[in-house]
Every structure is written in C-alpha cells, then in structure tokens.
C-alpha cells in the first residue's frame, strides 16, 4: 500500500524554537507539498517541490523554509516558531503533473507553540 | 481570482436518509476537481477526480457529479461510518496549486 509518512502526530515546542517536521513518501512521486489545516479556514499551501532541490512558495510561505534534498523527503523547517504557527500540517504527494491525480496525504502533525 | 466554496457547513442525518453535499468553484481553466474524505486526526484521503462537465463516479454509497460551476457529492443511504468532514478541491491551468474548500462536516445518526 502507497504511503505518506510523516514523522510526529503530536509536537509540542516552544516559541522561537527552530522545529523541523519529516514526510517520506515510498511512491517515487515526483510533487510533494506541505499544507497548514485551521478551522474554518481549510487546507493552505505553504511550499511545494517537484522535483529534489527545486522548491516554490505557496500561499502562506513567510515564517516557512522546506528541504528536498531527496526524492523521497520533503522537510518543513519552522524557523522561529510562534503560538499562531499551531496547527495541523499535513504532508502530500502526486505523480507527475499535480492537475490529473488526487494527493496522497499522510496522517498529519499537530504542532502546538506555547 | 479562484475560490472554492462548500456548503452546507455542517449536515445531519439519519441513516439511511439520502443526500447532496455541494461545491461551487471559480477557476481558470479547470484541470480537475477532486473530492477527499478526512476522518478526525488524519489527512484527507482521496475519492475522486472529476475532468469535465457531465462526468459522474460512483464509490460504494457515493456519487460525484461535475457541472461547469458546481460539483456534487451524494449519499445515497448513509450509514455512521459515513461520518467524516468531506473536502472538494479544484486545481486549474494556474500551475501546480489545488485550492481546496473549508469542507462540509456530515454526521450519520443511527
């Protein structure tokens, strides 16, 4: 069964801590994303990469960095995180061009910032 | 500027009582409108891609339908397992971002 892992379900850090959250992907999927989910306000992008070391930003990218230094892992860095960073991030993946197949997600990461 | 809507917010039924979840979406040259189903605490997991106007698909008690402005999500006879917040996403000629709705959370009493 084609998999998204990602690394946490549950962090809880500090504010200004330099947190780092993990997704691999085992589908050799060339697009891979991470989203913020917040209540009310849906699914938003934050980076996306298609392919190792190319990167772009989505909606949301400011307090943001991303790693892709393998096909497989795709890294979300919180630079200096802060209390409105708490959410669930959620990691996916598509085959080639995004637009014809549905992502593959993982189970999430609920980051809370205290 | 492209928008993805969904409504209702939230949707109560009793089982066995057959329903239509609906999106409304606003995109430059539609590449394809999906719809995902998202259980409490996990990610969203895929049902559907719908490409163009008229298309139906059909899983188990599920039915999606495209229009040029709308898609639908009907339930035929639900069940609780049924339960769960159901998200539609629209992805146009833009590039590689898919917008996705604030989801319809539906909830089958027994």
């Known amino acids: 069964d084609v998999k998204v892992t990602q690394s946490s379900r549950y962090l809880v850090k500090r504010t200004g801590e330099k947190v780092f959250l993990e997704c691999v992907q085992d589908m050799d999927h060339e697009n891979m994303f991470w989203y913020r989910q917040d209540p009310g306000l849906g699914l938003r992008l934050i980076y996306f990469?298609?392919?190792?070391?190319?990167?772009e930003k989505g909606d949301i990218p400011e307090g943001y960095s991303v790693s892709r230094e393998k096909k497989e892992r795709f890294s979300l860095i919180l630079e200096s995180a802060s209390t409105n960073q708490t959410s669930m991030y959620l990691c996916?993946?598509?085959?080639?061009?995004?637009?014809?197949?549905?992502?593959?997600f993982g189970s999430g990461t609920r980051l809370t910032v205290v | 500027e492209d928008q993805v809507t969904q409504s209702p917010e939230a949707l109560r039924l009793q089982e066995g009582e057959s329903s239509s979840l609906n999106c409304s979406y606003t995109?430059?040259?539609?590449?394809?409108l999906f719809w995902y189903r998202q259980d409490p605490g996990k990610g969203p997991e895929f049902l559907f891609t719908?490409?163009?106007a008229g298309e139906e698909k059909e899983k188990e008690r599920l039915k999606a339908t495209l229009t040029k402005k709308e898609s639908f999500l009907h339930i035929t006879a639900p069940k609780p397992e049924d339960s769960a917040t159901y998200l539609c996403?629209?992805?146009?000629?833009?590039?590689?971002?898919?917008?996705f709705g604030a989801g319809t959370r539906l909830f089958v009493k027994a």
């Open positions: 990469s298609y392919d190792v070391k190319m990167k």
């Open positions: 719908l490409y163009s």
């Open positions: 995109v430059s040259g539609l590449r394809g």
């Open positions: 996916a993946s598509t085959p080639g061009t995004g637009g014809y197949y549905g992502y593959t």
């Open positions: 996403a629209a992805q146009g000629t833009g590039g590689f971002k898919t917008i």
